[in-house]
């Protein structure tokens, strides 16, 4: 079991910045991608970024490329989305995931573990 615990979400003005935190626990040894996803009201859960728990190797969705930077710090078992220039339509809940395989890094429904989401807000 690996447990994900998001931080970080609030209201922000359009063009500001946050950043967003998940820490994770438990079987830890297990991860090899961390990925955060964000859900709308009325929306299907979106893809946003990706990042290999062993390589240096990240991965964005189309909508954020430019603007949101995702990094980790092994030693804290903790990842982190810098979302920068943010929108309106940045609005959602955040999720934080984990997976054991590095494939399909996009699809939600192939990671195993699951943080409670963190709201984000952004007002024009």
């Known amino acids: 079991q690996v447990q994900l615990v998001e931080s970080g979400g609030g209201l922000v003005q359009a063009g500001g910045s946050l950043r967003l935190s998940c820490a994770a626990s438990?079987?830890?040894?297990?991860?090899?991608?961390m990925g955060w996803f964000r859900q709308a009201p009325g929306k299907e859960r979106e893809f946003v970024s990706a990042?290999?728990?062993?390589?240096?190797?990240?991965y964005y969705g189309d909508s954020v490329k430019g603007r949101f930077t995702i990094s980790r710090d092994n030693g804290k078992n903790t990842v982190y989305l810098q979302m920068n220039s943010l929108k309106p339509e940045d609005t959602a809940v955040y999720y934080c995931?984990?997976?054991?395989?590095?494939?399909?890094?996009?699809?939600?429904?192939?990671?195993?573990?699951w943080g409670q989401g963190t709201q984000v807000t952004v007002s024009s």
């Open positions: 438990g079987r830890t040894s297990g991860i090899y991608v």
């Open positions: 990042i290999s728990w062993r390589t240096d190797r990240t």
């Open positions: 995931a984990s997976r054991n395989s590095n494939h399909y890094v996009a699809e939600a429904d192939l990671y195993a573990y």
